[in-house]
């Protein structure tokens, strides 16, 4: 029986297509678990592995999808039964192996955490693996100190994926939250999903200037890096916490230690790909408790898999609102 999957080819020349394509379950990839895919998403990451790949993708052809949330549909692994409902995020799945963006995945159990209660798979892929590291970083800040009295929390690339997020998961618990954001027309948007104070991305993008400015944040859930990260770090209050997520606006860190050294400032680092699997399954517990529904309703974008390609060029030039949720079926 064949089904539909998004398949990235590349030609005699290098040139990478996507196109939705008929193929097998023997096609698949080897694994214990095959899931009968019902969503997926799109993230950053996915964005480089439907285009050229970003050095991310080796083989060709290839499915990339780096998230997915179904059923089982077969299980060689004790832990899986048919009919489960489980998630799928990180592990490099949909980048050097085939990924959610078919009807049908062939996986390795170890890589699946079981959906937690109150989620659906649907609600699992509107959250993604954007929504899941925003999830890691709010519970890292809170773990170095973070309360909801200590001050606004800043949130950078806020009206992206992690952001967006983000945005809504600490403001449900109580914080202050600032969105920074180079889009104004997404004010609106942020507001809704509970942050007080809008800063504008040039206000806070050029390089440090001086090491330490006014002690203004509490936390920092820090999606952009590049000099927006280094002008944050001299920002931040006493023994407050960034958690450093992504590199939306540069992979370099333009900064002084002095916000260490002075203020003993903590960067934390957030990696969601390799995160064990006992904080997987606490982050989704605590993403069911803590991001509000209605909040996650109001990020949605629906799509298809005919819609990846587009949407893949649209997220690397920082072009999505919120996150992508694509209905594989
Ligand atoms: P999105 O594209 O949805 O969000 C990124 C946001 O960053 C944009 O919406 C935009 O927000 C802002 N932005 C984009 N370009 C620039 C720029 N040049 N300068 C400043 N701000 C910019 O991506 P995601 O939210 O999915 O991912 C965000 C980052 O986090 C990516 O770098 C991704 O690779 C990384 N990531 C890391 C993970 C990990 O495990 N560490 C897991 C998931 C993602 P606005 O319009 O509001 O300014």
Redesign the pocket.
Known sequence: MSFNALVVRKDDEGKTSAQVEQIELEDLPAGEVVVAVEYSTV???DGLCLGPGGGLVRDYPHVPGIDLAGTVESSDDARYSPGDKVVLTGWRVGENRWGGYAQKARVKADHLVPLPDGLSTRDAMAVG??GF?AMLAVMALEDHGLKPDTGPVLV????????SVATAILAARGYEVAG????PE?ADYLRSLGATQIVA?EEI?ETVKRPLEAETWAGCVD??G?A?LGRVLGQMKYGASVAA?????GAGLPATVVPFLLRGVNLLG????MQPYDNRVRAWQRVASDLPMDKLAQMIQPAGLGDLPKLGAN?LK?Q?KGRVLVDVN
């Open positions: 993230n950053y990451k693996t954007a590291t950078t690339g806020a009206a992206g994926g992690v952001g920074v954001t180079g889009r997404t991305r993008n999606a952009v590049g927006m997520v992504g590199l939306a606006g957030i990696d969601s790909v997220i920082g999505v």
